[in-house]
T-cell receptor, first 111, second 119 residues
Framework: GQQLNQSPQSMFIQEGEDVSMNCTSS?????WLWYKQDPGEGPVLLIA?????ELTSNGRLTAQFGITRKDSFLNISASIPSDVGIYFC???????????FGTGTRLKVLA | EAGVAQSPRYKIIEKRQSVAFWCNPI?????LYWYQQILGQGPKLLIQ????????DSQLPKDRFSAERLKGVDSTLKIQPAKLEDSAVYLC?????????????????FGEGSWLTVV
């Protein structure tokens, strides 16, 4: 099945640094969702984006719905050890309520 | 508000045995999804229900996998017979799925997953 491309695949960062990751697609979506998955748990919704160009924040997290509707970006500011995990994007199509997930970005924070 | 409930959380079976997973979505959510997540990969859709009808089961290996949502609420995913490559997390998710101008009814929420190991 199709998966969206996420970049980077994995990253090590120092505590306190800012993190950026993105998700790209060849298809247009009208919803972008970002999730975090901890080991042994299901994905937890972080941010939902519903409009092209939209910029939405959730605490230290900020996500943007790309203007072309084919990409989305997630930024984490001042990273902390509990930010460790796998971050997934998902692109959705209204009407069908169908979602395609990205390949994931694995984040490791060095204290 | 209660989240998506799944059981069992963990299951170990031998190949060629059968297994069933149960999901109870968030109350009032019309759409229910089953995803398969193999270690190191993102979730991949197996089947999508809208109320008690199947919307998409194109990625469901129908020779061994089956799923039902008889009353439009709970759902069961069954694997029979299991293969080694079926070892994965089986994630259930649900969505309100109503048409709204801001698409907010599209957001999907996941359960904790059912972790299957086939030996």
């Amino acid at each position: 099945g199709q998966q969206l491309n996420q970049s980077p695949q994995s990253m090590f960062i120092q505590e306190g640094e800012d993190v950026s990751m993105n998700c790209t697609s060849s298809s247009i979506f009208n919803t972008w969702l970002w999730y975090k998955q901890d080991p042994g748990e299901g994905p937890v919704l972080l941010i939902a984006l519903y409009k092209a160009g939209e910029l939405t924040s959730n605490g230290r997290l900020t996500a943007q719905f790309g203007i072309t509707r084919k990409d989305s970006f997630l930024n984490i500011s001042a990273s902390i050890p509990s930010d460790v995990g796998i971050y997934f994007c998902a692109g959705g199509t209204s009407g069908t309520y169908k979602y395609i997930f990205g390949t994931g970005t694995r984040l490791k924070v060095l204290a | 508000e209660a989240g998506v409930a799944q059981s069992p959380r963990y299951k170990i079976i031998e190949k060629r045995q059968s297994v069933a997973f149960w999901c109870n979505p968030i109350s009032g959510h019309a759409t229910l999804y089953w995803y398969q997540q193999i270690l190191g990969q993102g979730p991949k859709l197996l089947i999508q229900f809208q109320n008690n009808g199947v919307v998409d089961d194109s990625q469901l290996p129908k020779d061994r996998f089956s799923a039902e949502r008889l009353k439009g609420v709970d759902s069961t995913l069954k694997i029979q017979p299991a293969k080694l490559e079926d070892s994965a997390v089986y994630l259930c998710a649900s969505s309100l799925s109503f048409a709204s101008r801001d698409y907010s009814g599209n957001t999907i929420y996941f359960g904790e997953g059912s972790w299957l190991t086939v030996v």
